[in-house]
């Protein structure tokens, strides 16, 4: 082969329809006592269930905004301190298991949080154990040591040991409530995650190789969780959940690039999500990366080549009625765009480089 690589994945993974029913056993086999269970609010009554059922959850915060901020992270370690817990819980999408990630990071210190999202002091290093619950067909966070997380307009993508997760459990019946239009936005966001992991400057064989089983479980199965419906699709929900958590790991490791990078300005500027904000260029960088690698990747993925893979992102985009064009976005200031992007660190990641004057060229074609 020819290359050397690194590869660790600590994570311990629970997988399978109904296996939300096992978290009881899964806080055992940790020797968990005491947890805040984190999510938001539609994820409630259901958190309430769950702590009836479960006598290590001691409280349940569910008051995590969509667009995660640094102040429900706050009050979930608030919360997290006043039951004497030793774990917590993160159950939903990104935002949920974000917060519940940061909240976990900053409960056993003493220092300002302000300080901790800033990188002015170093997180606690004895932080209190994580489990996530995912929701979504996307996010990957449950197997990430990374959280995303903002204070008021200011994004952060903090990339941090002390946020990986100690145990995820993926549970493909929870995807089923999400809407389309969302589930179109979180598949984008795995796809994303696959793609920019196998083409980024740190990629390696282990992480290609669930890449490649990604991107052809999306493109299989996305489509047909997004006709589904109330008529649930459960090998296609299962089939996301699955590529979800591969994307996860695929880009765990080698970290996002261009895509990832361009999409903090877009949701800055126009507060979209990031899921849609990550599709918004994808399509694009597949374009502006093609090589052989990537044209290998969609032939083993069941594709002609490069050029399909960006149409398939193209079409589904528009059947799901994202925004592809910055004028359906708002007013746009593409200079400021460009060059927000092109310092951003995980630019750097890219194959190609990109700098202002190419993403302000590249953002030009999508006025």
Same mark, same amino acid.
């Given at each position: 082969?020819?290359?050397?690589? *690194? ?8 997988? %399978? ?10 806080? =055992? ?13 539609? @994820? ?7 702590? #009836? ?7 349940? *915060? ?9 102040? %429900? ?6 919360? =997290? &301190? #006043? ?18 990630? *940061?909240?976990?990071? /900053? ?10 999202? &800033? %990188? ?31 204070? %008021? ?9 002390? *946020? ?48 490649? #089983? ?36 695929? @880009? ?7 895509? +990832?990078?361009?999409?903090?300005? /877009?949701? $800055?500027?126009?507060?979209?999500? +990031?899921? #849609? ?6 399509? !694009?960088?597949?374009?502006?990366? =093609?090589? $052989? ?10 594709? !002609? ?25 708002? $007013? ?11 310092? +951003? ?23």
């Amino acid at each position: 082969m020819g290359n050397d690589f *690194f590869y660790a994945q600590p994570v311990k993974t629970w997988f %399978g329809e109904s296996c939300l029913d096992r978290l009881g056993e899964v806080l =055992a086999a940790f020797q968990i006592e005491r947890a805040v269970l984190v999510c938001g609010r539609h @994820f409630a009554a259901a958190a309430a269930a769950l702590q #009836e059922k479960l006598p290590a959850v001691k409280a349940v *915060f569910s008051a995590v905004e969509p667009d995660p901020q640094l102040s %429900g992270a706050v009050r979930a370690a608030e919360l =997290a &301190r #006043e039951t004497g817990a030793d774990t917590i819980i993160g159950i939903g999408g990104g935002s949920a298991l974000d917060t519940a990630k *940061f909240a976990a990071a /900053i409960a056993p210190g003493d220092a300002e949080p302000l300080a901790y999202y &800033r %990188g002015e002091v170093p997180f606690p290093t004895n932080p209190l154990k994580i489990v996530c619950v995912p929701t979504t067909a996307g996010t990957g966070s449950e197997v990430t040591q990374v959280s995303v997380i903002s204070n %008021g307009n200011e994004k952060r993508t903090i990339n941090n040991p002390v *946020f990986m997760p100690k145990a995820a459990v993926v549970d493909p019946l929870l995807s089923f409530s999400v809407p389309a239009g969302t589930a179109v936005c979180t598949g984008l966001d795995a796809l994303a995650h696959a793609l920019e992991g196998y083409w980024s400057k740190n990629h390696q064989p282990i992480s290609d190789l669930m890449a490649v #089983e990604a991107v052809r479980l999306i493109t299989q199965n996305l489509e047909k969780v997004r006709l589904a419906g109330p008529n649930a699709d459960l090998p296609a929900h299962s089939a996301m959940a699955y590529a979800a958590l591969l994307g996860g790991l695929s @880009f765990a490791l080698p970290k996002t690039a261009a895509c +990832h990078a361009c999409s903090y300005p /877009i949701c $800055e500027a126009f507060h979209i999500s +990031h899921g #849609e904000a990550c599709a918004f260029t994808l399509d !694009s960088f597949v374009r502006i990366n =093609a090589d $052989e690698r990537l044209e290998e990747l969609c032939r083993r993925a069941g594709l !002609s080549g490069t050029e399909e893979l960006a149409a398939w992102i193209a079409n589904i985009k528009k059947k799901a009625g994202l925004r592809t064009r910055l004028s359906e976005l708002g $007013e746009a200031d593409i200079p400021a765009l460009a060059a927000a992007a092109a310092v +951003h660190p995980l630019m750097q990641n890219n194959p190609v480089p990109m700098d202002a004057a190419a993403l302000e060229k590249m953002f030009e074609t999508l006025r």
